[in-house]
């Protein structure tokens, strides 16, 4: 299925203009069309409706909620001119709950594509890529702050372990894998017991070159993962996230929020 309709989430932080020329460049390799969202609750500190705050603090408060957004968009507009996008690039404002507003967007179009979290962006602007991910029903990209890899896609990294979240990685990320033509598809520990050579033709018959690495239960899932892609470099990394509920994800330290939190390479998100 080709990729035609992106959606980046931009919100001005570094990881979003990392997400943003990811978008580019993907759009470009793809002949496909990018739409950029500015998601924001509204930046209320209080409620301005509250009869007790003086008409002049009301003024300052909202001038204070318009500089922020308008700083985002004055970087959004540097980084539309630096990409040559002028004419073929919008910013959509839309206000709610960013997680929300992003995951019931990215239904509309074939895939997200965000930035890492950073505890310098704004709060009415942070967005949470794995409960989009959850929540959307569509894959996500998640771009860390700096990369310039420009999506030159050589090589993925798939995470497999026969679960339902791994299938639909797999299937979100196919049109990927056949346009890079090689895949490493990694397993750590138990997975499920279908024989993996049948993955393996899977992605031959998509006229994908795919070699098998396998790691025992010892080995903890992401720093594995993490240290294999280190050394080897891969473009993206396929990951199915929370095959768990994510509940327990976050109450115990799930593999997906560690690895988004230490990756230097672009995560494909599928749940």
């Known amino acids: ?58 003024a300052l408060l909202d001038a204070a909620n318009t500089g922020i957004l308008r700083e985002i968009e004055n970087r959004f507009e540097a980084e539309r001119t630096r990409l040559g996008l002028t004419n073929g690039l919008q910013l959509k404002e839309v206000t709610g709950r960013v997680d929300t507003v992003l995951s019931e967007a990215a239904r509309h179009y074939d895939m997200l594509i965000v930035g890492t979290r950073s ?23 998640v771009v860390p702050a700096g990369y310039e890899a420009e999506a030159t896609q050589h ?9 339902r979240a791994a299938a639909r990685a797999l299937s979100d990320s196919l049109r990927l894998l056949e346009d890079n033509g090689r895949v490493s598809v990694l397993t750590v520990g138990p997975r499920n017991p279908w ?21 025992p239960t010892s080995h903890p899932v992401a720093d594995t993962l993490l240290a294999w892609c280190k050394k080897h470099e ?18 115990l330290g799930g593999m997906t929020t560690d690895i988004l939190s230490r990756t230097t390479i672009p995560v494909l998100l599928s749940h």
């Open 1 to 58: 299925m080709p990729m035609m309709n992106l959606l980046v989430a931009f919100n001005g932080s570094d990881g979003s203009v990392a997400a943003l020329r990811y978008a580019a460049s993907l759009a470009k390799r793809f002949d496909a069309h990018v739409t950029a969202i500015l998601a924001h609750s509204g930046h209320e500190v209080i409620d301005k409706r509250s009869r007790w705050i003086p008409k002049e603090a009301r």
């Open 119 to 141: 505890d310098a962006d704004d709060e009415h602007v942070t967005l949470h890529p794995d409960r989009i991910a959850l929540l959307s029903g569509r894959p996500v990209i």
């Open 155 to 163: 090589h993925t990294a798939l995470a497999w372990d026969g679960g």
């Open 195 to 215: 024989p993996i050579d049948d993955l393996m033709l899977h992605l031959s018959r998509h006229g994908v070159e795919a070699v098998h690495e396998d790691w």
């Open 234 to 251: 891969p473009s993206l990394l396929v990951l199915g996230a929370y095959e768990h509920s994510k509940f327990r994800e976050d109450f």
